[in-house]
């Protein structure tokens, strides 16, 4: 039975609603510099530009939100229905309309179906996640996602992006490596949908504790990849990716190790094996 009046929670959904904020800025950004694209190149680019900060910084509000609700127990389900909502806007139709806008019209037969794919696949993969979490509503929460989360997805085709922008920098295009981005579309689709399994960071919050080594380390990572932000954050993504197409050769033990680095609480089967 659905609750009538479900509580919203102040600070968890206020990250959401920025979330969303970011999502339909960069949207709007996009569209700006579709409509500029035709008579002045320089000022397309940069809104384009801006509008991949807009969605990076839709995924840090996303990364925010979750952890603010799980710190002081307010995890609901009308704040898991609303950050599916923003993420639909933020990682779904923002991503796909600026590949649309930057490289598919190049290719009139074709545009729409792959930003449309991915889109669609975003929006079932988000639907799937829910009606999993509602299942499990009062169990254990998972410390894996199955398929690649909408956000990195995001993520990964705004760092790209940013990365082959900064490439051709002074060109006011991407040359030939605006070919890239067409198969991530598709790629990033069926690994939205596919079964492998990424850690979910869930375990990550302001009471998560480091040793000083592991903690420098991290440190370090964050301040390079600042330094080096044209290309860092596509590296990172990447790397993610990554993982959870080589998780399944690695050895239990591999697992453990890399996710407990990384944050993860271990799961009652590692757990055990651990003991």
Excluded at 105 to 124: K, S
Excluded at 183 to 188: C, H, I, Q, T
Excluded at 212 to 230: D, G, H, K, Q
Aim: proline content about 5%; some cysteine.
């Amino acid at each position: 039975m659905s609750e009538p009046n479900p509580k919203i929670y102040l600070l968890p959904n206020l990250m959401t609603a920025g979330n969303l904020f970011c999502g339909f800025t960069a949207t709007l950004k996009i569209l700006e510099g579709a409509l500029l694209q035709s008579t002045n190149a320089d000022l397309a680019a940069d809104r384009f530009h801006e509008a991949i900060w807009f969605i990076l910084g839709a995924f840090v509000f996303d990364f925010l939100d979750g952890r603010l609700a799980r710190l002081g127990g307010h995890e609901s389900a009308f704040g898991r229905e609303f950050d599916s909502l923003a993420d639909i806007v933020s990682f779904g139709l923002a991503p796909a309309l600026m590949v649309y806008r930057v490289v598919l019209n190049e290719f009139p037969n074709a545009c729409w179906i792959i930003a449309f794919l991915y889109l669609a696949c975003g929006a079932l993969r988000l639907a799937r996640f829910n009606s999993a979490a509602a299942k499990r509503d009062g169990g254990d929460h998972q410390n894996t996602f199955t398929g690649f989360p909408i956000p990195a997805a995001a993520g990964l085709i705004a760092s790209i992006t940013l990365f082959l922008l900064w490439l051709a920098e002074g060109e006011h295009h991407l040359g030939n490596w605006r070919f890239v981005l067409p198969p991530l579309l598709l790629f990033l689709s069926f690994m939205m949908f596919s079964r492998f399994k990424y850690p979910s960071f869930k375990a990550i919050d302001w009471r998560t504790t480091k040793s000083i080594p592991r903690f420098l380390a991290i440190s370090v990572i964050l301040v390079f990849t600042v330094m080096n932000y044209e290309w860092m954050p596509a590296v990172l993504f990447l790397a993610y990716l990554l993982y959870g197409v080589l998780r399944p050769w690695l050895s239990r033990e591999w697992r453990r190790e890399i996710e407990e680095e990384i944050g993860e609480e271990p799961t009652a089967e590692t757990a055990e094996q651990t003991r």
